[in-house]
C-alpha cells in the first residue's frame, strides 16, 4: 500500500526556470558568453548545478560558475518561481488523505526549502533532501533517507518526478516511478522511458490514490532531513 510520495521539485511541483535562466546567464555574461534563452535552460536543467555550469561555461569554470550562479539566484529565486498548475492543490489534498510527503532534488535543500515556504507549501514537506544531504540523483540516497525520515519502506512508496533521471533513481531504489510531462522532458520522451504511471495533469494523482485516513493511525509530521 502507497503510504509515501516523493516528488522532484524543479518541473514537477515548481517553476523556478526564469530564476535559473537568469541565474546561468548572469555567470556566462561574466565570461562574454552569449545569453541562453529560457527554453535551452529548461532542457538542460535537472542534474545538479555543477553539470548545468560544466555544459554552459566549461568544466574549467565550474567552481567559480556555480558561485556566479547561486549570487544571483540568492537574489531572484524567490520572486521568480511559482508552483506548476494544480500543484499545490492536489498535494494539500494527499495530505488530508493521510500521505506522508517529501522532496527529493538535485537543487540545493537550502534552496528548496526556502522557495516551498515562500510559496506557502512548506509545511507540505517536512522531508527535503538535495546534493547538499546526500548523493545526487540518480543515487537512491536520497530516496533511503527520505523514506527512513518519514517512516516508511520503499514499498510503501512511489517517486514522481518529470524527467528519465527521476526514472533511474526510482528504479535504483526499487520503487514505482509517476512521470509527469511538466518539466524538462516530453511526454513522448517520458512515455518512453516507461514509466509505472504517466499523468496527463499533475491533479491525475488524485484519482490513482485513495484516501488513506481511514487505514492508518494519525499523520507524523517528521523533521529529521528537513
Known amino acids: ?38 527554453d535551452e535552460v529548461v532542457r538542460r536543467v535537472g542534474h545538479g548545478l555543477e553539470s548545468l555550469i560544466a555544459e554552459a561555461l566549461g568544466a574549467e569554470r565550474i567552481a567559480e560558475g556555480v558561485l556566479r550562479f547561486r549570487e544571483r539566484y540568492r537574489q531572484v529565486s524567490l520572486l521568480q518561481s511559482r508552483l506548476l498548475p494544480g500543484v499545490e492543490g492536489t498535494v494539500r489534498e494527499l495530505r488530508a488523505r493521510g500521505y506522508r510527503l517529501a522532496v527529493i532534488t538535485n537543487k540545493p535543500a537550502v534552496f528548496s ?37 518519514l517512516g516508511c519502506e520503499p514499498t510503501d512508496a512511489i517517486l514522481v518526478g518529470d524527467m528519465i533521471v527521476d526514472r533511474d533513481t526510482a528504479r535504483n531504489a526499487g520503487i514505482p516511478f509517476y512521470a509527469v510531462p511538466t518539466g524538462s522532458q516530453s511526454r513522448g520522451e517520458l512515455l518512453s522511458a516507461l514509466p509505472d504511471a504517466l499523468l496527463d495533469r499533475f491533479e491525475d494523482l488524485l484519482t490513482l490514490l485513495p484516501s488513506l485516513t481511514s487505514l492508518q493511525g494519525p499523520d507524523q509530521t517528521p523533521t529529521a532531513g528537513s
Open 1 to 38: 500500500m502507497i503510504r509515501c510520495i516523493l516528488f522532484d521539485l524543479d518541473g514537477t511541483l515548481l517553476d523556478s526556470y526564469d530564476a535559473i535562466t537568469e541565474s546561468l546567464n548572469a555567470a556566462r555574461s561574466a565570461y562574454g558568453l552569449p545569453p541562453f534563452l529560457r
Open 113 to 149: 526549502r526556502s522557495i516551498l515556504d515562500h510559496l506557502g507549501v512548506g509545511e507540505l514537506f517536512p522531508v527535503i533532501y538535495g546534493p547538499d544531504r546526500a548523493p545526487a540523483k540518480p543515487d537512491p540516497e536520497m530516496v533511503f533517507r527520505a523514506l527512513a525520515d
